[in-house]
């Protein structure tokens, strides 16, 4: 029994030891110095283009959300870090990569549109939807045709921020969206029209009346209302008849901000309408076009007054 009890410590002293050599090993293999983030925030603000590098370079860090801390110290630094992230612009790493377009597209970076752009027409970057927010972040009217030709990208999230940027462009965005509009492919031309209703510029009416039959007619309806054009109130009285009930409501919802009287008597019968939602909308309507409280059978066929969501 004391032979195998010291045979047991033997056997557990050489296991601890074996373990202490192990863990000495891997602390004395690794020659990379600890990370001061201050040190290297400060020397960049003092003016080491080096140490601008290496804050950089950080962004592609997602270790205990490294890049995270950086990317604010990153664009603090405005200009002087400008020439380093378009260093770094198109890296193979996605991480950095996209850390680097955003850090571009929040310090307004116009000497960066170029390689940005590059990274929009790059298939192989997954976060391609970044390089289209950072163009209409920057705001450089030379990328305009690169985010419309956006608005038909195969990825929904390209074109759901192409068209969030150009609307950031406002007026300086309608002349070449009305340009694009009649031969754009449908996906395209949803886009467009989104776009030039929520700008809400007068000069896209006419381009969006004649839309109003084609693949987008409820996108159509929905730009209209934005304008507040009363000139589009039989469009969209018409529309009101669509087969698709998403077509009803949306020319429902239209028709509150611009219809007359017109409006108001085609608005009543839709208070009949097959689809809750559809006749929510046409007591909505109907309320702000006559300026009385307007009630709707809701789905247990209850006559209800519809939420306020316009104040």
């Not at 047991?8 to 202490?20: F, Y």
């Not at 604010?72 to 002087?80: D, E, F, N, Y």
């Not at 007068?202 to 039959?213: I, N, Q, S």
């Amino acid at each position: 029994m004391v032979r195998s009890d010291l045979k047991n410590r033997a056997g557990c002293r050489r296991l601890l030891i074996s373990l202490l050599i192990s863990l000495l090993l891997v602390c004395g293999c690794s020659s990379e110095p600890a990370l001061d983030l201050t040190a290297l925030d400060n020397a960049a603000r003092a003016g080491d283009a080096k140490a601008v590098s290496q804050l950089v370079s950080l962004l592609g860090r997602t270790d205990n959300g490294l890049n995270d801390k950086v990317y604010p110290l990153v664009t603090q630094l405005g200009k002087a870090a400008i020439p380093a992230l378009i260093d770094q612009a198109d890296s193979d790493d996605r991480v950095l990569r996209e850390y680097v377009i955003a850090s571009l597209g929040t310090l307004q970076a116009k000497e960066a549109v170029p390689v940005i752009v590059k990274s929009l027409r790059d298939k192989s970057f997954s976060r391609r939807y970044i390089a289209a927010w950072a163009l209409g972040q920057i705001g450089d009217v030379n990328s305009i045709p690169e985010l419309l030709q956006a608005l038909d990208d195969d990825d929904s999230g390209v074109r759901r921020y192409a068209t969030r940027s150009l609307i950031r462009f406002n007026t300086r965005a309608v002349a070449p969206l009305l340009g694009y509009l009649p031969q754009a492919p449908p996906r395209g031309q949803a886009g467009a029209i989104r776009a030039l209703g929520d700008i809400g510029d007068p000069r896209a009416l006419e381009l969006l009346l004649k839309a109003v039959d084609g693949p987008n007619r409820g996108e159509v309806f929905m730009a209209l209302g934005k304008l507040k054009d009363p000139r589009a109130e039989n469009a969209l009285i018409r529309g009101l008849r669509d087969a698709d009930w998403r077509n009803r409501m949306n020319a429902a919802m239209a028709l509150g901000p611009l219809g007359g009287p017109a409006a108001a008597a085609a608005l009543r019968p839709v208070l009949e309408d097959p689809v809750m939602v559809v006749r929510e909308w046409a007591a909505r309507s109907l309320e702000m076009v006559s300026g009385e409280h307007v009630r709707y059978r809701d789905a247990k066929g209850k006559l209800v007054m519809p939420y306020k969501i316009y104040h």
